[in-house]
């Protein structure tokens, strides 16, 4: 018998039959403050704010990405444009500290694009150099691997 307070997969045994409507706005919102305080801490709120998804990697084996273009509109004619970074659900059981870095290295793909810097190859796997400049001056460990590069 379970615990008084304890969960089962995150649903109180007392909710067990009964609606249970879950939600990623929490996670969303979460990931949003993060991406405002790390913006003003390591980039001087230089970055635009934008779009936070959490979306599953598919085929690619990212823990998330950043667009390259403003792929997200609001309704209307001539509507603001935003940036879409994506965090892989798969990946938020992790440590804390691993999930700020995940959101962390994407804010230096969006520093870079929109600086027109290109820090990856156009399969956006293999991170170059100027990915590991701008990485590093942003707080990140940047150390080279076969596969990804820095």
């Not at 996670?27 to 305080?37: A, G, P, S, T, Y």
């Not at 997200?72 to 500290?97: H, K, M, S």
């Not at 170059?128 to 990804?148: D, I, Q």
Request: one cysteine or more.
């Amino acid at each position: 018998m379970p615990e008084k307070n304890s969960t089962i997969n995150g649903i109180h045994p007392a909710a067990v039959g009964k609606s249970v409507s879950p939600s990623v706005a929490p996670v969303v919102k979460e990931l949003e403050m993060l991406f405002k305080k790390f913006n003003a801490h390591f980039f001087n709120s230089i970055l635009l704010m934008p779009v936070i998804t959490l979306s599953q990697r598919g085929t690619k084996s990212a823990k998330g990405w950043c667009t390259e273009k403003k792929v997200w509109a609001q309704t209307g004619g001539d509507a603001e444009r935003f940036y879409e970074i994506n965090i892989c659900p798969e990946y938020l059981n992790q440590p804390v500290e691993e999930i700020c870095g995940v959101l962390l290295h994407e804010m230096v793909h969006l520093f870079n694009i929109m600086k027109g810097i290109q820090d990856c190859t156009s399969n956006g796997q293999y991170h170059n150099k100027h990915f590991k400049e701008s990485a590093e001056e942003h707080g990140l460990k940047a150390e080279k691997t076969e596969r990804y590069g820095y």
